[in-house]
């Protein structure tokens, strides 16, 4: 009799063991340091061959025998893990409680100082608190409902914050954890693989492979390299066929990065050529055109991915006669021409405006005011008059013929501002640079202009309102009337 009541007594203690419940919770960690939220956790008991999942945001799952269990609804009651865990100075929590009681929440360290404490009479069911802590290290948040008993550690790797436990509201009723339905007996061989998403990519976890007799914390850790990000710098050491490119990895840093280099090409919706750089993030391009803008941009290829940095630019400089530059444009007569207009810096801007033959810029320019020729304002006709010419004159009736279309060099402001070598085009040139060269018109920062191709494919950007390139085309190269030339353009011999 004695020895059946003894195998009565062990079978109940078996079943116990059996029907214990284990709350098993899950976190991740993203490499190393920083919260990363769940997607799900796929659970698989090896032992009894099932598997299920934990779907976001539930990450907390309650295993236990369901051999001769009723089928009633299992709340879960207790003290939830922190989300985010590990945080940066704040993170918040969940108390479940089955009916009324009275809640103590207490924040201690691991050598039991209370840094903060909430005190309240709460009702039934999920009550929700932001934590705050003040320095990098492991809490212990204690929680006392009644005559039961919680605690949670936590893990701040912010500083800086004040140490504080703050209620922010409640739901009504209880709030269910996710039961598992499938049979788990305590020592059961567990596996536990956790899922999360980052920047579009379904990002895995290692595999937790355990005996599981007890309540536990899991931290899944993920390890993702992140794609870099790239800037585009400005070009340097720009010549007439040569200019040096630079990029820069601006984060990210080390990622792990396959190739790096420039695209580039004179057309910024196009960029056909490419060129790998070296480790210093850095290339030459040689054989460019001269005078001639590229656009180009960086980018690095990481994973399977190709990165790009902004879209910059660049123009190519022209050969030098006394420190100026000019183009070869391939023309028959051999003649270059000017990248920048007398007074300019730059091809886009206009530069100065000169009378024919003047070397001086003015305010205004008249008949009363041009050195080499005068008239007479006719009211009544409203024309002028009585025109004289002194200079540079083909026509009778206005004065002395003289029949000069080449500015002298005491009456050219090119040949005085830049010297010997450079001076204002003929009408022959411009003839010549009209009928030999493409036309386009087109931009630069913002003006608009024509952009002039030679033969050879090199290119000026003669950037003039159209009534003024029309003007330097069909101007006999004399002073006529009101229809005063200005120097936009010089050529060189």
């Known amino acids: 009799m004695k020895n059946l009541y003894f195998v009565v007594i062990m079978l109940l203690i ?25 997607d799900s956790v796929l659970i698989t008991n090896t032992t009894r061959g099932w598997s299920e999942n934990v779907v976001y945001p539930d990450t907390v799952i309650v295993l236990g025998s369901m051999v001769n269990i009723s089928n009633e609804e299992t709340f879960g009651q207790g003290l939830g893990q922190n989300v985010p865990n ?4 704040e993170t918040s929590v969940e108390l479940t409680i089955s009916q009324q009681e009275n809640v103590i929440l207490q924040l201690l360290d691991a050598g039991g100082k209370v840094y903060a404490e909430y005190k309240s009479l709460l009702k039934e069911g999920s009550h929700k608190f932001n934590i705050s802590t003040a320095n990098p290290q492991t809490y212990i948040l204690n929680a006392i409902a009644g005559k039961k008993n919680y605690s949670i550690r936590m893990v701040n790797v912010g500083s800086g914050c004040a140490n504080f436990i703050k ?7 209880l709030v269910a954890k996710l039961t598992s339905t499938n049979e788990f007996h305590t020592g059961d061989q ?19 492979s ?47 990065i396959s190739e790096k280099g420039f695209f580039y090409g004179i057309d910024e919706n196009e ?5 790998i750089a070296d480790s210093n993030f850095n290339v030459t391009l040689t054989d460019l055109l001269v005078n001639t803008t590229y656009y180009y941009k960086a980018y690095v290829t990481y994973s399977t991915d190709t990165i790009y940095g902004e879209t ?32 300019a810096n730059n091809p886009e801007e206009f530069g100065n405006y000169y009378a024919w033959g003047e070397i001086s ?68 040139e411009i003839d010549e640079l009209k009928d030999n060269c493409t036309w386009t018109w087109t931009t630069i920062n913002d003006v608009y202009g024509y952009l002039v191709t030679g033969p050879n494919e090199n290119s000026i950007s003669f950037l003039l309102l159209v009534t003024e390139v029309r003007t330097l085309i069909k101007m006999n190269m004399v002073f006529i009337g009101l229809a005063l030339l200005t120097t936009k353009v010089l050529v060189m011999d």
Request: charged share 20%; proline share 2%.
């Open 271 to 275: 960029l056909i050529n490419h060129v």
């Open 190 to 208: 567990m596996e536990y693989v956790g899922y999360t998403t980052i920047e579009n990519n379904v990002v895995t976890s290692e595999t937790i």
């Open 86 to 89: 590990p945080f940066n100075c």
């Open 361 to 428: 810029v003015k305010d205004e320019y008249s008949w009363d005011n041009y050195i080499y020729g005068s008239a007479t304002y006719d009211e009544t006709y409203q024309s002028y008059t009585d025109v004289h010419i002194t200079k540079y004159n083909n026509v009778s009736s206005w004065g002395s013929v003289d029949n000069i279309y080449t500015l002298e060099d005491s009456d050219d402001v090119a040949n005085l501002t830049r010297g010997t070598g450079w001076r204002i085009p003929t009408k022959e």
């Open 14 to 38: 078996c079943v116990g063991a059996m029907s214990q419940e284990i709350t098993v919770r899950f976190t991740g960690q993203l490499n190393g340091a920083n919260y990363c939220q769940l």
């Open 167 to 173: 209620y922010t509201g409640a739901s009504t009723g």
């Open 312 to 343: 910059r630019s660049f123009r190519t400089r022209g050969n030098t006669l006394n420190e100026y530059e000019f183009v070869d444009l391939g023309l028959p007569s051999g003649k270059s021409w000017a990248t920048c207009n007398v007074g």
């Open 210 to 256: 355990q005996v599981q007799t007890e309540n536990q914390d899991f931290i899944f850790e993920f390890a993702y390299t992140f794609a870099p990000d790239v800037e585009t710098l400005d070009a340097t050491d720009i010549t007439g066929a040569t200019a040096s490119l630079y990029g820069e990895i601006t984060t990210n840093a080390d990622s792990i």
